[in-house]
């Protein structure tokens, strides 16, 4: 593609990007298609000759996005919202054209500076201590990764990097039921062993009892475990349940253990004030992870890690021998060493233009708006006879059951999943189940970027519709 063939082509682009942006909201929310639709239509084998870009784009509306599930339409209520916003889309097409590696300072160092600056943005609007240092990992998961893997390394005296685990007696890790699969899947993969996470016990509103916790630890190190590290959550992705984040610290203080928050879909609530009692205690955290890929209005992916010790971070995963060392402290980073990759995007532009265009106080806004939603909702289905609430939404998810009289709760189970069913076929909302208190749990998130009242009270008109319905043609 010569570059005035891309010229035509992009503006063509960009001006469907704006179409989409507009009319996201008239798609099925949910992609339509069974297994294999798609694939059927897609050539069997590569093409032999170059297309002109027409016919590709052409392809491309005719035959993917058909099977697109729409994460943007404002009628997205399912699993955790992965907001994207005009800013941060065009600043995805700026690094795509620059289309640098990342990897140190010297390899373009404006988006290593940035980084660090974006980082502090954030970190001081969310009221984080200022002695956390923060740099961009692809996902939460992979932060996780890191904080298990410096966990591991501070335990073992950086024993298990130079030598491997051999010899050591098990070491274990800490969270509740409740926690995101990423932690299992980061114990797996940094060598405790799944048999090494053990789950705490839940106070009511599913979050970790701190007691069991203690009791937890102080029976493993009578039985000659190695305790190394305790992740808690603020906000559940279940339910957004918090973790009591200064009594998890005071455990992990008294037994020297590493200690992770994991607040990757709730972190956002910490620009608001209001809601910094959420968090209190995160200074004695050792390492924060949240997703400005889900809550902030920025592609995925951008997740953002914050430690306490950059140094250890580093030492856990620098390559370089000592001669090599590009850090000179306080001089630059080279965020090669904060964690696995080794190449980086230029992720950091992106929550630059972010942050930027909305402002602090605009990002505010919005998320307020977003809790608000949550509020309405729970106050309509408190109000509503057949409906039950799980919880008051503290944040942007709302829990709930249709329970009309005359089911055995087994029963219930089912018309709450043949309700969700219904509605997703539909395609005019999206939204998915969880498991709390046992039972099978509707839940909406409010959280899209342009979520508004009206999308939410057409949703709310449809659940109880359709609710309605399906427990007549049972009857
Ligand atoms: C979504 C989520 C994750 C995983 O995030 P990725 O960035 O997709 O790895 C981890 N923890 C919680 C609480 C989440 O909600």
């Given at each position: 593609?010569?570059?005035?063939?891309?010229?035509?082509?992009?503006?063509?682009?960009?001006?469907?990007?704006?179409?989409?942006?507009?009319?996201?909201?008239?798609?099925?929310?949910?992609?339509?298609?069974?297994?294999?639709?798609?694939?059927?239509?897609?050539?069997?084998?590569?093409?032999?000759?170059?297309?002109?870009?027409?016919?590709?784009?052409?392809e491309?509306?005719?035959?993917?996005?058909?099977?697109m599930?729409?994460?943007?339409?404002?009628?997205?209520?399912?699993?955790?919202?992965?907001?994207?916003?005009?800013?941060?889309?065009?600043?995805?097409?700026?690094?795509?054209?620059?289309?640098?590696?990342?990897?140190?300072?010297?390899?373009?160092p404006?988006?290593?500076?940035?980084?660090?600056?974006?980082?502090?943005?954030?970190?001081?609007?969310?009221?984080?201590?200022?002695?956390?240092?923060?740099?961009?990992?692809?996902?939460?998961?992979?932060?996780?990764?890191?904080?298990?893997?410096?966990?591991?390394?501070?335990?073992?005296?950086?024993?298990?990097?130079?030598?491997?685990?051999?010899?050591?007696?098990?070491?274990?890790?800490?969270?509740?039921?409740?926690?995101?699969?990423?932690?299992?899947?980061?114990?797996?993969?940094?060598?405790?062993?799944?048999?090494?996470?053990?789950?705490?016990?839940?106070?009511?509103?599913?979050?970790?009892?701190?007691?069991?916790?203690?009791?937890?630890?102080?029976?493993?190190?009578?039985?000659?475990?190695?305790?190394?590290a305790?992740?808690?959550?603020?906000?559940?992705?279940?339910?957004?349940?918090?973790?009591p984040?200064?009594?998890?610290?005071?455990?992990?203080?008294?037994?020297?253990?590493?200690?992770?928050?994991?607040?990757?879909?709730a972190?956002?609530?910490?620009?608001?004030?209001?809601?910094?009692?959420?968090?209190?205690?995160?200074?004695?955290?050792?390492?924060?992870?949240?997703?400005?890929?889900?809550?902030?209005?920025?592609?995925?992916?951008?997740?953002?890690?914050?430690?306490?010790?950059?140094?250890?971070?580093?030492?856990t995963?620098?390559?370089?021998?000592?001669?090599?060392?590009?850090?000179?402290?306080g001089?630059?980073?080279?965020?090669?060493?904060?964690?696995?990759?080794?190449?980086?995007?230029?992720?950091?532009?992106?929550?630059?233009?972010?942050?930027?265009?909305?402002?602090?106080?605009?990002?505010?806004?919005?998320?307020?708006?977003?809790?608000?939603l949550?509020?309405?909702?729970?106050?309509?289905?408190?109000?509503?006879?057949?409906?039950?609430?799980?919880?008051?939404?503290?944040?942007?998810?709302?829990?709930?059951?249709?329970?009309?009289?005359?089911?055995?709760?087994?029963?219930?189970?089912?018309?709450?999943?043949?309700?969700?069913?219904?509605?997703?076929?539909?395609?005019?909302?999206?939204?998915?189940?969880?498991?709390?208190?046992?039972r099978?749990?509707?839940?909406?998130?409010?959280?899209?970027?342009?979520?508004?009242?009206?999308?939410?009270?057409?949703?709310?008109?449809?659940?109880?519709?359709?609710?309605?319905?399906?427990?007549?043609?049972?009857?």
């Open positions: 593609m010569r570059t005035e063939e891309f010229r035509k082509a992009a503006y063509q682009v960009v001006d469907w990007m704006a179409w989409y942006m507009d009319n996201v909201s008239t798609l099925p929310v949910k992609a339509e298609v069974k297994p294999g639709d798609i694939l059927s239509r897609l050539q069997d084998s590569a093409p032999e000759e170059g297309e002109p870009f027409d016919s590709i784009f052409r491309f509306l005719d035959v993917v996005l058909p099977g599930t729409h994460w943007q339409s404002p009628s997205f209520f399912a699993y955790f919202p992965a907001n994207s916003s005009p800013p941060s889309v065009i600043a995805e097409m700026i690094t795509a054209t620059l289309a640098a590696q990342c990897m140190i300072w010297e390899t373009s404006a988006a290593t500076e940035m980084e660090q600056r974006v980082m502090e943005w954030l970190r001081d609007s969310m009221g984080l201590p200022s002695l956390f240092e923060g740099v961009i990992q692809d996902t939460a998961s992979t932060a996780t990764l890191a904080a298990l893997l410096s966990a591991r390394e501070r335990v073992t005296g950086f024993r298990s990097n130079e030598s491997g685990m051999q010899g050591l007696p098990p070491l274990r890790v800490y969270c509740s039921g409740q926690t995101h699969s990423s932690i299992e899947k980061a114990v797996k993969i940094a060598g405790y062993g799944r048999e090494n996470l053990v789950k705490t016990e839940l106070k009511s509103d599913l979050s970790i009892d701190p007691q069991s916790l203690a009791h937890l630890i102080e029976a493993d190190i009578g039985l000659g475990y190695l305790p190394a305790v992740v808690a959550t603020l906000g559940t992705t279940g339910t957004t349940a918090i973790d984040i200064r009594e998890v610290g005071e455990v992990c203080r008294r037994h020297g253990l590493w200690f992770h928050v994991d607040a990757a879909l972190g956002t609530a910490l620009l608001l004030p209001e809601l910094r009692h959420i968090a209190d205690g995160i200074e004695m955290a050792d390492s924060f992870v949240f997703n400005p890929h889900k809550w902030m209005f920025t592609n995925f992916d951008c997740s953002a890690y914050f430690v306490k010790d950059a140094d250890h971070l580093i030492k995963f620098e390559i370089l021998p000592e001669y090599l060392k590009t850090r000179t402290r001089e630059v980073n080279d965020y090669r060493d904060w964690g696995v990759p080794l190449g980086r995007r230029f992720r950091a532009l992106k929550l630059w233009m972010v942050i930027k265009s909305y402002g602090v106080d605009g990002l505010r806004a919005k998320i307020r708006h977003h809790i608000s949550a509020s309405w909702l729970a106050d309509q289905i408190v109000e509503a006879a057949d409906f039950e609430l799980f919880a008051p939404p503290l944040l942007n998810t709302v829990c709930f059951r249709y329970t009309p009289s005359g089911y055995s709760p087994i029963q219930l189970d089912d018309l709450n999943r043949r309700l969700n069913h219904a509605l997703n076929d539909t395609g005019q909302i999206y939204l998915t189940h969880t498991v709390a208190g046992g099978y749990t509707l839940r909406m998130v409010t959280s899209q970027t342009n979520v508004e009242l009206e999308h939410v009270s057409s949703a709310w008109n449809l659940i109880r519709e359709m609710a309605a319905a399906i427990s007549q043609k049972r009857k």
